[in-house]
Every structure is written in structure tokens, then in C-alpha cells.
T-cell receptor, first 112, second 112 residues
Framework: KNQVEQSPQSLIILEGKNCTLQ??????????LRWYKQDTGRGPVSLTI?????NTKSNGRYTATLDADTKQSSLHITASQLSDSASYIC???????????FGKGTSLLVTP | EPEVTQTPSHQVTQMGQEVILRCVPI?????FYWYRQILGQKVEFLVS????????KSEIFDDQFSVERPDGSNFTLKIRSTKLEDSAMYFC??????????FGPGTRLTVT
């Protein structure tokens, strides 16, 4: 069964600090991996998308890594801001279909 | 910037009633999706739609659900006879290019 596991489940950090979120997956055959940011009560917004041939991608203060061999990804947030408080969701898609496999997300709270 | 819109933002209905959730995808997109997120749980894929037909559906998408693109701009999700467990946020998404799905803000469905 295709699964996407994220850790930690929740995280509290001080404004200005860095943090790293983890994602492990068993989705096969693999097509691409995305990180989404979801504010409370809103739809997910894409941060990065990576195919199997990409091992790092940046979007401003967000840097995602992918190790397709170990089926692991991470999202690193640099110099966190209060507005970074949200759920960060790892999503993996299969090459054989249209469906996206969502992780449960990491709930990040950035405090002053 | 183009965006996916959804109406209503919140729908309250009684068990057994039919509901129609509406979405206006980004205008030049060709692939359309519905997802749901039960409170506190992960986002789940329901159905994908391309070229005026369902391309993939999950086991959640049973005979009580149907989708339609009635007029070339709207994309609707109908639930024929709602159950209490249908209470969730329902997200519409659309895609034009190879990878990127853009999500709408969601409709919160409450079944009483």
C-alpha cells in the first residue's frame, strides 16, 4: 500500500530559527514529490516539486531535498517567520495514475 | 494571478439531503480533481477528471458521488444522499501543465 509518513507530527520553534521536516514514502512507481503549505482552513499551496532526478530544490527560504534511493525527503525552512506557521504536507504521486498520496502533515508553530 | 475558486465556503445540510459543491478551475486547465479532508486527518484523493470523463477515482468515491463539468467552466461534485461521515473540507484542484495542481480554498461541508 502506498504510504507517506511525516515527522515530526508537530513542531514549535522561535522566530528566526531554522527547522527541518522529514518525509518517508513507499509510493511506487514514483513520479514526483511535492511539499505543500496549508494554512488553517485553506487549500494547500505548492512550495516545491521534485522528480526522481532532482535531489534538491529551493523556493526562497524553503529548500527541499529528495533521496529517491532511500525514499526520503526533507523540507528545510531558513530564518523562520511567524507567517510560516502552518501545516506542511508531503505529497507523492505515482507515475501510473493521477492520484496524489498525501502525508498527514507536520504542524509548525513559529513563536515570537 | 489566476486561482481556483469554490462555492459555497461553508455548506450545512441534513443527513440524506443532496448537495452540490461547485468549483471554477483555472481557465486554461484541462485536469480537474476533488479531494476531501476530514477534520484533523490528511487530505484524501476522491476523483480526477479529464476530457469530460473520470480518469481515476478512489474507493471513497462510491455511487453516492458524481462529478460533472456542465458548462465548460464549472466543475461540480454532487453527493446524492449525505451521511454524517461526509462532513469534511472538500478541495477542488486543477492542472494545466505536467506537474502542478492548484487547489481552491475549499468548501466546508457539515452534515447534521
Amino acid at each position: 500500500k502506498n504510504q507517506v509518513e511525516q515527522s515530526p507530527q508537530s513542531l514549535i520553534i522561535l522566530e528566526g530559527k531554522n527547522c527541518t521536516l522529514q518525509c518517508n514514502y513507499t509510493v511506487s512507481p514514483f513520479s514526483n514529490l511535492r511539499w505543500y503549505k496549508q494554512d488553517t482552513g485553506r487549500g494547500p499551496v505548492s512550495l516545491t516539486i521534485m522528480t526522481f532526478s532532482e535531489n534538491t530544490k529551493s523556493n526562497g527560504r524553503y529548500t527541499a531535498t529528495l533521496d529517491a534511493d532511500t525514499k526520503q525527503s526533507s523540507l528545510h525552512i531558513t530564518a523562520s517567520q511567524l507567517s510560516d506557521s502552518a501545516s506542511y504536507i508531503c505529497v507523492v504521486s505515482e507515475s501510473s495514475g493521477y492520484a496524489l498520496n498525501f502525508g498527514k502533515g507536520t504542524s509548525l508553530l513559529v513563536t515570537p | 494571478e489566476p486561482e481556483v475558486t469554490q462555492t459555497p465556503s461553508h455548506q450545512v445540510t441534513q443527513m440524506g439531503q443532496e448537495v452540490i459543491l461547485r468549483c471554477v478551475p483555472i481557465s486554461n486547465h484541462l485536469y480537474f480533481y476533488w479531494y476531501r479532508q476530514i477534520l484533523g486527518q490528511k487530505v484524501e484523493f476522491l476523483v480526477s477528471f479529464y476530457n469530460n470523463e473520470i480518469s481515476e477515482k478512489s474507493e471513497i468515491f462510491d455511487d453516492q458521488f458524481s462529478v460533472e463539468r456542465p458548462d465548460g467552466s464549472n466543475f461540480t461534485l454532487k453527493i446524492r444522499s449525505t451521511k454524517l461521515e461526509d462532513s469534511a473540507m472538500y478541495f477542488c484542484a486543477s492542472k494545466g501543465g505536467y506537474h502542478e495542481q492548484y487547489f481552491g480554498p475549499g468548501t466546508r461541508l457539515t452534515v447534521t
